[in-house]
């Protein structure tokens, strides 16, 4: 079974997103079910059918959650140092054609937000970046095309 890496706010985000399903969404719509029962025919009864069909994108997204969970490797960022790329870091990059630097910090990819700098482990640029330094410059190839970069700070926060 494959291990899933998380930090330790992606684990709890997920425990969160799994309690409000269970305790919240699930009783919710088993609700929802039933008083659109009570409207009688259920053959042209829009409300079950919609019920139902939220009712099972709810029980397969407890699934997905619950296979995350017991497959999660949860990693303490805080305690992880040095100047070599790797997951959970925060790294300061120089785009090398424009000067223009971003940072990104390298998460699980339940925990990706763009907006929030996070991003996949998985995606282009971590994957191009993971394993090296401070001062290395790398050619990553993502869907908007080739860049390169400077790896300008690495931090462990």
């Given at each position: 079974?494959e291990k899933v890496p998380m930090t330790i706010d992606?684990?709890?985000?997920?425990?969160?997103?799994?309690?409000?399903?269970?305790?919240?969404?699930?009783?919710?719509?088993?609700?929802?079910?039933?008083?659109?029962?009570?409207?009688?025919?259920?053959?042209?009864?829009?409300e079950y059918h919609a019920a139902k069909d939220r009712?099972?994108?709810?029980?397969?997204?407890?699934?997905?959650?619950?296979?995350?969970?017991?497959?999660?490797?949860?990693?303490?960022?805080?305690?992880?140092?040095?100047?070599?790329?790797?997951?959970?870091?925060?790294?300061?990059?120089?785009?090398?054609?424009?000067?223009?630097?971003k940072v990104w910090q390298i998460v699980g990819e339940?925990?990706?937000?763009?907006?929030?700098?996070?991003?996949?482990?998985?995606?282009?640029?971590?994957?191009?970046?993971?394993?090296?330094?401070?001062?290395?410059?790398?050619?990553?190839?993502?869907?908007?095309?080739?860049?390169?970069?400077?790896?300008?700070?690495?931090?462990?926060?």
């Amino acid at each position: 079974m494959e291990k899933v890496p998380m930090t330790i706010d992606g684990y709890q985000q997920l425990e969160t997103d799994l309690k409000k399903l269970k305790n919240e969404e699930r009783p919710a719509v088993i609700q929802a079910i039933a008083e659109a029962r009570a409207h009688g025919d259920l053959s042209e009864n829009a409300e079950y059918h919609a019920a139902k069909d939220r009712q099972g994108w709810i029980e397969g997204q407890i699934l997905e959650l619950e296979d995350k969970f017991t497959r999660a490797e949860v990693i303490d960022v805080s305690k992880l140092n040095g100047d070599t790329v790797k997951f959970g870091a925060t790294v300061t990059l120089i785009d090398e054609d424009t000067d223009e630097k971003k940072v990104w910090q390298i998460v699980g990819e339940h925990e990706a937000d763009v907006k929030l700098r996070k991003i996949s482990v998985t995606s282009p640029i971590a994957r191009g970046i993971i394993g090296k330094s401070v001062g290395d410059s790398v050619e990553v190839t993502a869907p908007g095309g080739a860049r390169s970069f400077e790896i300008a700070k690495v931090l462990f926060k």
